[in-house]
């Protein structure tokens, strides 16, 4: 894979991160699924009618608690996104891939809601696409329902790059889930999304 300024694919080299949440294996833990559907429960609350708090439910809070924790603070580890860079043979910055996955998944898509989204200025926001442009990973259109503004969508390189990254990340998933019993894996597929979800139905 060939691509332009120090975004796209090439031999390695290193990154930094973004103040938005990142998301751990760009697979939905950040609100979004695949492509940008959001991932949806049982809503509020989840569980099946007339369960209610158990006498362990403290001790499950918390051990969820950490293992979330645990998982955030691995999702931005310097050393495993270079980690993947090097295995897909791209360069591309944690706060590149937060920006470029966003905009493929949502664009065309102004910057005033993607600054809105990841909880940025528009300074800020403003630069990394600008960044991002200049390598050729997204590209500037007229906003359709305002010829006056602006959007942006990702490239055909900005796919390709996208999709290196995220390939890696499904192979290190797959990898670690690999050596897990297939009932294990099955409830794990069902529960976290349902957790996700209903934890954005709780925050209105």
Do not use: K
């Not at 492509?35 to 001790?59: I, K």
């Not at 050393?79 to 920006?99: M, N």
């Amino acid at each position: 894979m060939r691509g332009r300024g120090r975004y796209a694919a090439q031999p390695v080299a290193s990154s930094t991160p973004v103040n938005a949440p990142p998301d751990p294996v760009g697979t939905g833990l950040d609100g979004t699924g695949p492509g940008g559907r959001a991932v949806r429960g049982r809503g509020p609350g989840g569980g099946d009618p007339g369960t209610g708090a158990g006498p362990d439910l403290d001790d499950t809070v918390r051990a969820v608690e950490a293992a979330i924790t645990d998982l955030f603070r691995l999702a931005s580890s310097r050393r495993l996104h270079q980690a993947r860079q090097d295995r897909a043979g791209i360069r591309l910055s944690r706060t590149g891939w937060e920006f470029l996955r966003r905009v493929d998944d949502l664009g065309p898509i102004r910057v005033s809601r993607l600054a809105g989204l990841m909880d940025l200025s528009l300074p800020v926001t403003s630069r990394a696409l600008q960044r991002l442009e200049g390598d050729g990973l997204v590209a500037r259109r007229a906003d359709p329902a305002d010829g006056r503004a602006a959007c942006f969508v990702a490239t055909p390189e900005g796919r390709r790059t996208r999709a290196g990254l995220q390939a890696a990340m499904h192979d290190e998933l797959g990898a670690v889930l690999s050596g897990w019993p297939a009932p294990d894996r099955r409830v794990l597929a069902e529960v976290l999304p349902r957790l996700v979800a209903d934890m954005r139905a709780g925050s209105g």
